[in-house]
């Protein structure tokens, strides 16, 4: 055993090494391992949609968290599509694509201080996100409406405000994903995906609102499971030291806490495995490891197991780790500090409504017939309700999968009556177009509602963009076509 890991003792390595973990559980209470665990030393938990019923129950869950440890407690609250407080309802705020589409960047901040508020209410203090990637892949899977642009800086620009938003209330901002996932193609969750882009490409595009989010303070940044062969080779980045030392800490000077994304993603667990990607991230640079909610208690002994005997053989410097948990013990002390706890919890549907748009004009309705074309959900967004139904109440709402669906029953159903198509994301789709064009060539009065990015538009009667599928997003479309 290497000396300076032999003087810490047995116990202590243990400790350090849980401190560098996230980890996940089941349920809407947390299990004696989790508040055992915390006791001795858990960095934390990462919460999501199945962890929670309500504003009341997930405050009751972090207090139950607190009396155990000094947990980082943290969730994905994007707005939009991503959200985990509103999971089984829909998120209130729209998400970042909807807010670029604003582009005014002091109701970006206000967006996010409102979330910061709700989240802060719940005892939650640390948010995965904002989403900093530069969405210029049309078809790119996973990012889409949870970036805010194309533009690098649009993007930067809103970055800086959701940081400034989340963090005014104490809640730290965790800016994703590192060095960017908005040129690709492929989907983490699944696979390792590829950013072809040279240095100078990936310096002006992707890394500028990263930059900016560390010149405005951003308290961790999140990295990803994506590959950069001028930089990481085959590797993704968050095993890659060129990618979080040689980069982020070395050379844009990145002091604060950097997260993992999950390491239950098969980028990592199919490639090497998740013992080994989480040794191989730490040594890369990382301070905290988001397991995800795959592992069990099980495999998060086999994680720690894996991190000690590292640390015991020599592969993984004992300092790495104290490095790491020194990063994370200061951001609790920033968790200490009293701030402000005003909030504007009706901006989200304000920032909807700027973000709408029309074309063409609709009739008034007529008994309407909505069609919601089915959309298969994101691993990252999880199957979150969407659709217009509470804000369209005499309306006869179907949902129908397109390879199914049937022309000419749908049109005969709307006969004599105003039909609305509502779609996610058509442009990534080819039956969704083909359904929706085949409904057009027989009844060009048609609606369309697009509530995902507005890529794919065809000739309708009236065209309906809302940059994301959340309750905000589809009140707004709503009032907007029944004005």
Same mark, same amino acid.
């Given at each position: 055993?290497?000396?300076?890991?032999?003087?810490?003792?047995?116990?202590?390595?243990?400790?350090?090494?849980?401190?560098?973990?996230?980890?996940?559980?089941?349920?809407?209470?947390?299990?004696?391992?989790?508040?055992?665990?915390?006791?001795?030393?858990?960095?934390?938990?990462?919460?999501?949609?199945?962890?929670?019923?309500?504003?009341?129950?997930?405050?009751?869950?972090?207090?139950?968290?607190?009396?155990?440890?000094?947990?980082?407690?943290?969730?994905?609250?994007?707005?939009?599509?991503?959200?985990?407080?509103?999971?089984?309802?829909?998120?209130?705020?729209?998400?970042?694509?909807?807010?670029?589409?604003?582009?005014?960047?002091?109701?970006?901040?206000?967006?996010?201080?409102?979330?910061?508020?709700?989240?802060?209410?719940?005892?939650?203090?640390?948010?995965?996100?904002?989403?900093?990637?530069?969405?210029?892949?049309?078809?790119?899977?996973?990012?889409?409406?949870?970036?805010?642009?194309?533009?690098?800086?649009?993007?930067?620009?809103?970055?800086?405000?959701?940081?400034?938003?989340?963090?005014?209330?104490?809640?730290?901002?965790?800016?994703?994903?590192?060095?960017?996932?908005?040129?690709?193609?492929?989907?983490?969750?699944?696979?390792?995906?590829?950013?072809?882009?040279?240095?100078?490409?990936?310096?002006?595009?992707?890394?500028?609102?990263?930059?900016?989010?560390?010149?405005?303070?951003?308290?961790?940044?999140?990295?990803?499971?994506?590959?950069?062969?001028?930089?990481?080779?085959?590797?993704?980045?968050?095993?890659?030291?060129?990618?979080?030392?040689?980069?982020?800490?070395?050379?844009?000077?990145?002091?604060?806490?950097?997260?993992?994304?999950?390491?239950?993603?098969?980028?990592?667990?199919?490639?090497?495995?998740?013992?080994?990607?989480?040794?191989?991230?730490?040594?890369?640079?990382?301070?905290?490891?988001?397991?995800?909610?795959? =592992?069990?208690?099980?495999?998060?002994?086999? %994680?720690?197991?894996?991190?000690? @005997? *590292?640390? $015991? !053989?020599?592969? #993984?410097? &004992?300092?790495?780790?104290?490095?790491?948990?020194?990063?994370?013990?200061?951001?609790?002390?920033?968790?200490?500090?009293?701030?402000?706890?005003?909030?504007?919890?009706?901006?989200?549907?304000?920032?909807?409504?700027?973000?709408?748009?029309?074309?063409?004009?609709?009739?008034?309705?007529?008994?309407?017939?909505?069609?919601?074309?089915?959309?298969?959900?994101?691993?990252?967004?999880?199957?979150?309700?969407?659709?217009?139904? =509470?804000?369209?109440?005499?309306?006869?709402? %179907?949902?129908?999968?397109?390879? @199914? *669906?049937? $022309? !000419?029953?749908? #049109?005969? &159903?709307?006969?004599?009556?105003?039909?609305?198509?509502?779609?996610?994301?058509?442009?990534?789709?080819?039956?969704?177009?083909?359904?929706?064009?085949?409904?057009?060539?027989?009844?060009?009065?048609?609606?369309?509602?697009?509530?995902?990015?507005?890529?794919?538009?065809?000739?309708?009667?009236?065209?309906?963009?809302?940059?994301?599928?959340?309750?905000?997003?589809?009140?707004?479309?709503?009032?907007?076509?029944?004005?």
């Amino acid at each position: 055993m290497p000396e300076h890991s032999a003087s810490i003792g047995d116990r202590g390595l243990r400790r350090l090494a849980a401190a560098s973990l996230l980890v996940s559980f089941p349920g809407t209470t947390a299990p004696d391992w989790v508040l055992a665990d915390l006791a001795d030393g858990l960095g934390g938990v990462t919460l999501f949609g199945f962890n929670v019923e309500d504003a009341g129950q997930l405050a009751d869950l972090t207090r139950q968290l607190g009396g155990a440890g000094r947990p980082v407690v943290s969730l994905d609250e994007e707005g939009g599509d991503v959200t985990r407080l509103a999971y089984h309802t829909g998120s209130p705020y729209p998400g970042n694509a909807a807010l670029g589409a604003v582009d005014d960047v002091e109701l970006t901040e206000r967006v996010y201080r409102s979330i910061a508020a709700d989240l802060a209410r719940c005892g939650v203090n640390l948010d995965m996100g904002p989403v900093a990637d530069v969405n210029t892949a049309d078809d790119n899977p996973v990012i889409g409406t949870r970036s805010f642009g194309a533009d690098a800086s649009l993007v930067a620009r809103h970055t800086i405000a959701a940081v400034r938003g989340l963090q005014s209330l104490g809640v730290a901002a965790c800016v994703k994903h590192f060095p960017g996932h908005g040129a690709t193609r492929e989907d983490s969750h699944l696979e390792i995906p590829l950013v072809d882009a040279s240095r100078e490409l990936l310096w002006e595009r992707e890394l500028t609102p990263f930059r900016a989010a560390i010149e405005a303070g951003a308290r961790s940044i999140m990295t990803a499971h994506v590959s950069v062969p001028y930089l990481t080779g085959n590797d993704p980045a968050t095993l890659s030291p060129a990618a979080l030392t040689g980069l982020l800490r070395d050379e844009l000077r990145y002091d604060g806490v950097v997260i993992t994304d999950a390491l239950d993603m098969h980028a990592i667990t199919k490639s090497v495995g998740l013992g080994g990607g989480a040794v191989r991230s730490l040594m890369a640079g990382s301070d905290l490891l988001c397991l995800g909610p795959v =592992p069990t208690c099980d495999d998060i002994r086999g %994680v720690l197991a894996a991190i000690v @005997e *590292a640390v $015991r !053989d020599g592969v #993984l410097p &004992a300092a790495r780790l104290e490095e790491a948990a020194h990063r994370v013990d200061r951001l609790r002390d920033w968790f200490a500090l009293v701030r402000d706890s005003a909030d504007d919890n009706v901006v989200g549907l304000d920032a909807a409504r700027r973000a709408v748009s029309l074309t063409g004009a609709a009739s008034p309705l007529v008994d309407p017939y909505v069609v919601e074309v089915d959309t298969p959900p994101t691993i990252a967004v999880g199957d979150v309700p969407w659709g217009v139904a =509470p804000w369209l109440p005499e309306a006869e709402i %179907v949902r129908v999968k397109p390879a @199914e *669906a049937s $022309r !000419d029953a749908l #049109l005969a &159903a709307a006969a004599g009556r105003s039909l609305i198509v509502v779609v996610k994301d058509a442009h990534r789709y080819p039956e969704s177009r083909e359904l929706i064009s085949a409904l057009l060539a027989a009844r060009p009065d048609t609606v369309v509602v697009e509530m995902g990015l507005p890529i794919w538009r065809p000739e309708a009667a009236a065209y309906i963009a809302t940059y994301g599928a959340a309750r905000a997003n589809a009140q707004a479309a709503m009032e907007l076509l029944t004005a």
